[in-house]
Nanobody, 121 residues
Framework: QVQLVESGGGLVQPGGSLRLSCAAS????????MRWYRQAPGKERELVAD???????NYADSVKGRFTISRVNAENTVYLQMNSLKPEDTAVYYC???????????????WGQGTQVTVSS
């Protein structure tokens, strides 16, 4: 069984910073791409950033220059450093990853439970 557990969300004032973490645990052989999504109330879930196992990254236009995704492969962990936060960044942030589990040796896409980020004065 593979689990993704996010942490680091909270309430922050506009212009502030937060760092989200997501740790993958369980019987994992390998992890390919890791991603952060977000979903604001009344809106569809959107891709915020993704990172390959080699460290190549992509960002949504709305967060470029403000957010940084990174990972530590040895720890099966992905991070999202969020700077210059805006009220429109308020959402539930979800971790997502393609993992190869020992039990099945197949690639499966997993989601975390989400962590709330609220940007408000």
């Amino acid at each position: 069984q593979v689990q993704l557990v996010e942490s680091g969300g909270g309430l922050v004032q506009p212009g502030g910073s937060l760092r989200l973490s997501c740790a993958a645990s369980g019987s994992i052989v390998s992890i390919n791409d890791m991603r952060w999504y977000r979903q604001a109330p009344g809106k569809e879930r959107e891709l915020v950033a993704d990172i390959t196992s080699y460290g190549s990254t992509n960002y949504a236009d709305s967060v470029k220059g403000r957010f940084t995704i990174s990972r530590v492969n040895a720890e099966n962990t992905v991070y999202l450093q969020m700077n210059s936060l805006k009220p429109e960044d308020t959402a539930v942030y979800y971790c997502n990853a393609d993992c190869q589990a020992i039990a099945t040796m197949t690639w499966v896409n997993y989601w975390g439970q989400g962590t709330q980020v609220t940007v408000s004065s």
